[in-house]
Every structure is written in C-alpha cells, then in structure tokens.
C-alpha cells in the first residue's frame, strides 16, 4: 500500500503486527474497537486503518470457516466410522471360534 501524500500516518508494519497479535483470537467486532481505541491516539490515515481492519476480517472469517470445517469432518467421521463398525462382519459359529 502506497503512503499517500497526506500528513496522517499509515499504520507500518511493526504497529500492524502488534495488533494483529493482540486482536488474534477475538471475534471481530472486539477485535476492530481495539484497532479503533489503538488509532485514536494518532493521527492515522483511514484507508490504512480500513485495509487493516479488512485484513483482520479476512482472518477472521477463515478461522469461522476452518472451524466450521473441522466439525463437519469431525461428524463425517463419526458417521463413517459407525457404519464400518455396523457393517463388520460377525463371525459366523464354526468360522474359528472359541473351541470348547
């Protein structure tokens, strides 16, 4: 992103990669008031603070996605391995069972 001629400041990387590290794990509505609380002590410049804030959504909702992911996978399983165990074959009398 390229500064524009204004006299705001952008956000520079080290400033983005101590909030993106404090706002990491929040949901994203939390996690943008603190970006706001953060920038309202500067004078930042807004499309810097919204690409940031985008790209923190974008993180965001992969997280929502892969967890939404993981628990699909997790049932898939669930159902996959229950029909195998269903399914199994049961040993018929005289096919090498206990002999008494």
């Known amino acids: 992103m390229e500064q524009q001629a204004s006299a705001k400041k952008i956000l520079d990387p080290i400033e983005r990669a101590k ?3 404090k706002v990491f794990n ?16 500067g004078d930042y ?7 940031f804030k985008d790209q923190v959504a974008t993180q ?18 669930r159902v996959v ?7 199994w074959p049961k040993p018929q009398a005289g096919d090498g069972g206990p002999k008494a």
Do not use: Q, W
């Open 26 to 41: 929040m949901p994203y509505s939390e996690a943008e008031r603190v970006i706001d609380e953060y920038v309202a002590k």
């Open 19 to 21: 909030l993106g590290v």
């Open 45 to 51: 410049d807004k499309a810097s603070v919204d690409f």
């Open 81 to 87: 391995a229950g029909a195998v165990v269903k399914n």
């Open 60 to 77: 965001s909702h992969i997280v929502e996605k892969g967890s939404e992911l993981l628990a699909t996978g997790s049932e898939i399983l």
